[in-house]
Structure formats: C-alpha cells, structure tokens
C-alpha cells in the first residue's frame, strides 16, 4: 500500500526536526503489531523529507522533492528516511 501525506508548516523548525518526527513515525509504524486470531502482523514505512529551497516557487516543486527523497529511502532498502539535499550555494543563488 502507498500513501502520500504532505505536512506543510505546521510548526516544524528546520529539516532537522522534520527528520526527527519523521523518525519517531517510521520507529511507531515498525514497533506496532496488529493480530487477528493467531496471527500477528506489522508493517513498515519509508519516508521522504523535504525543504523549501530557494528558487522554488511552486507547492509542487517541493511535492516533487519529497518524492524524490521518498524514492531514495525505497531505494536503499525501505523502512527508512530520507531527505533531499540542498542545492549547493551557487546553484541556489
């Protein structure tokens, strides 16, 4: 099953507190169990994080970039988080 949720604002500081609720969520998501009858069941999440950077204009620019991030934690086995990098300075300029 796939899921997207997008989290805009909402009180979150910086990348770096995005990655720790993120990581919080991915350890819940794993810790949970869920059984019917004899059988016990669990899942896994893989999360992308991502910020505004400049020169982003659009809402789904950053969608984008999420995704991207996303993709990456998939890639690298899943059940993780991941984030995009920052443009380097002159790039972003």
Do not use: F
Request: aromatic fraction near 2%.
């Amino acid at each position: 099953m796939e899921c997207d949720v997008c989290v805009v604002g909402g009180g979150i500081a910086g990348c770096s507190a995005a990655l720790h609720l993120a990581e919080r969520l991915r350890l819940g998501v794993s810790r949970a169990r869920a059984a019917n009858g004899a059988i016990s069941h669990t899942a896994t999440v893989s999360i992308g994080v991502s910020q505004r950077e400049a020169g982003m204009t659009r809402m789904d620019e950053l969608i984008k970039a999420a995704d991207n991030a996303l993709y990456d934690a998939k890639r690298a086995g899943r059940d993780r988080v991941a984030a995009t990098k920052p443009a380097p300075a002159a790039v972003r300029a």
